[in-house]
């Protein structure tokens, strides 16, 4: 899979990217400092093509500039983090 054209769009909270005319998408919220990663979406004629892995790499990458913690609500971005463990310092402590 080539790289993608990740959009930001703060006020939507969702990194996005178009690909064959259609939507993928990576949602969040922001709370006291940590992005809490609601969810990831990507079309089914879209699956299998990493592109939901570009867009996560592409929010934790944001948060990390920006000094947030990561709390991954979504399914998703909770096995990815357990799978890259250059990612665990971004997660936001239990509470």
């Not at 259609?22 to 940590?34: F, K, M, P, S, T």
Request: glycine share 8%.
């Amino acid at each position: 899979m080539s790289e993608l054209a990740i959009s930001h769009l703060p006020d939507l909270g969702r990194f996005e990217a178009v690909v064959d005319g259609l939507r993928c998408e990576a949602d969040y919220h922001l709370q006291d400092g940590v992005m809490v990663m609601t969810h990831t979406g990507v079309p089914r004629a879209l699956e299998g093509r990493g592109i939901a892995a570009q867009l996560v790499a592409a929010a934790l990458a944001h948060a990390r500039q920006q000094g947030w913690r990561v709390q991954p609500l979504c399914s998703y971005v909770a096995v990815y983090m357990r799978r890259h463990p250059e990612t665990q310092d971004l997660l936001a402590p239990r509470g």
